[in-house]
């Protein structure tokens, strides 16, 4: 027999749509003589729905397209199909058993995360039933994502019977992602001795990306086939006397290209999963403001994509010059904007209420505020959305200007440090030069006073980033981080940074998440706050 994975892209909230995809994923599979498509996790309504479980409304519009979807692509094929499910009070995250036009079982999710991206308990109540699909001789057991992380509903399925365990999967992206599933997945076939098929989510929901590579493995543990990544697909699962067989081996993308894939497919579908007709961005002729507007091009194409170089007195030349390389490399529209004159005009405003005192960083952030006020002018204008283009660095320790180069809808580099965007920024023009290579050699600056560099107010990136890595993501503290070599100031200097920026990244765009601790979800932090960290 054969089992189909729908690796499909859903869209939160689209019953229609995301009905209309798995009835043509089961079309497909039935055309290849499949018996049961196995779908993500609450694939009919697309994950994470959120605050949407709160209402009553969205569990009944949920069962109204599953009923029609069993009525209507449950013929000849047996689906598996994820969505949420309530029962009187409760409410659960759910599998439903799809056959002969009819639900013929309901599997209701065991373990709910609650830690990192993931609030499940805020919404659902826990299950503790196996089901159990017998199909060909074979008994499967169907769980849920997190229940193949811990050990209870995957022994409860095999005390059921189970032969092979189907997993539905919404488990997001980050960095090393799926050797950390590969290593799950062992620990739960070593205490049960069952082979799993694991079928995962694709595409992006907001911050968050699903990379899919839907994959089986053996009683043994061995990786028997390995389906792509960061694409919709339908892969096909032979089984042979009770048995998974081996087939299609992807490569998994590593390092800079996975992480790079990440973002395009990020980008691509917030742009379109909201209709925005294409996005813009301020092209400042330095490392951030390419590299967003590389991944802008290869997410979207080309012609969705409008720069703008706002140049201002402080501005040089070859930032100009690079930036007219690189838009016409690219071939997207491209304006410049002189932002002189406004600048003047708000300094003789402001002039009587500021005499006496000295230039400060207000007037670096006036220059950044106008430039804001155009790029979202010309957005209210068209319906493009603005692309930001700090990094992660900046964001730990606040080095952007709210109402400035804070201003727009999506951050692409939101959880991508400096080091990272020089990686990620070389790895690029390894598929074709694109950035030219002035802006990645030259030192990075913000162009706001003259003789400016981003180490005039910063610790240098790689130390800076080191230190970030280990407080925000490690949740190291300072004393910890200090014994690892780096120096008390510079690591008392970055933390006291990162505490007092907090009121900022509130207020700062959603963006791509691509490590297992971003400046989002994962990151939840008092502004008001007199806790001092521990040495």
């Avoid at 094929?77 to 639900?103: C, E, F, W």
């Avoid at 992602?177 to 069952?194: F, P, S």
């Avoid at 694709?202 to 086939?225: H, I, N, R, W, Y």
């Avoid at 209420?353 to 209210?380: C, H, P, W, Y």
Wanted: hydrophobic letters at 40%.
């Amino acid at each position: 027999m054969k089992i189909a994975i729908a690796q499909i892209n859903c869209t939160v909230g689209d019953l229609a749509g995301n009905a209309a995809k798995i009835a043509d994923y089961a079309q497909r599979a039935k055309e290849q003589c499949a018996s049961i498509l196995l779908t993500p996790e609450l694939a009919l309504c697309g994950y994470p729905p959120e605050d949407l479980l709160l209402r009553d409304g969205f569990y009944h519009a949920c069962d109204a397209a599953l009923n029609d979807l069993a009525a209507h692509a449950a013929q000849g094929i047996t689906l598996i199909v994820g969505h949420p499910h309530q029962v009187g009070k409760k409410r659960y995250n759910a599998a439903s058993v799809l056959h002969d036009g009819k639900i013929v079982a309901t599997y209701h999710k065991h373990s709910l995360p609650n830690h990192s991206v993931f609030d499940e308990v805020r919404y659902f109540d826990h299950g503790n039933g196996p089901c159990i699909l017998e199909m060909g001789g074979i008994k499967f057991g169907i769980i849920i994502c997190a229940d193949v992380w811990h050990e209870q509903a995957p022994i409860r399925a095999k005390d059921a019977g189970a032969q092979i365990l189907l997993v539905l999967n919404a488990s997001p992206y980050h960095f090393d992602k799926q050797a950390t599933r590969y290593d799950t997945v062992r620990e739960r076939i070593e205490e049960t001795g069952l082979a799993v098929v694991y079928a995962n989510l694709v595409g992006g929901q907001d911050e968050l990306v699903f990379d899919g590579g839907s994959f089986t493995m053996d009683a043994d543990g061995k990786l028997l086939q390995q389906f792509a990544a960061f694409d919709e697909l339908l892969g096909i699962v032979e089984v042979q006397d009770g048995k998974l067989q081996a087939g299609e081996q992807q490569l998994v993308l590593k390092d800079e290209a996975s992480i790079y894939r990440a973002l395009c497919v990020g980008v691509r579908d917030y742009i379109q999963k909201n209709k925005f007709p294409g996005v813009l961005l301020g092209l400042s002729g330095g490392i951030d403001s390419a590299l967003t507007m590389a991944v802008a091009v290869d997410a979207l194409g080309a012609d969705k994509v409008r720069a703008v170089m706002m140049p201002s007195p402080y501005t040089a030349q070859i930032s100009i010059d690079d930036s007219r390389e690189m838009v016409q490399l690219l071939g997207v529209q491209y304006e410049e904007l002189d932002i002189l004159p406004t600048f003047s005009a708000l300094q003789e405003t402001l002039s009587p209420l500021f005499k006496g005192l000295a230039a400060d960083t207000t007037e670096e952030n006036l220059q950044a505020r106008i430039r804001g006020v155009l790029l979202m002018a010309l957005s209210n204008k068209s319906g493009s959305l603005v692309l930001t283009t700090g990094n992660k660095s900046e964001m730990t320790v606040g080095y952007a200007t709210l109402y400035g180069d804070m201003a727009g809808g999506f951050a692409v580099l939101k959880d991508v440090s400096k080091t990272w965007v020089y990686r990620l920024s070389n790895y690029r023009n390894t598929l074709g030069r694109v950035i030219p290579e002035r802006i990645i050699s030259r030192p990075p600056s913000a162009e706001l006073k003259p003789d400016q560099t981003d180490q005039d107010s910063l610790p240098p990136y790689d130390v800076l980033d080191a230190i970030m890595s280990c407080y925000v993501e490690q949740n190291m503290n300072i004393g910890e981080i200090v014994n690892l070599g780096y120096a008390k100031a510079d690591v008392l200097r970055v933390v006291k940074l990162i505490r007092i920026a907090e009121y900022k990244r509130r207020q700062a765009p959603v963006g791509v998440r691509i490590t297992d601790r971003g400046f989002g979800k994962d990151w939840r932090y008092p502004i008001t706050v007199h806790y001092q960290d521990e040495f």
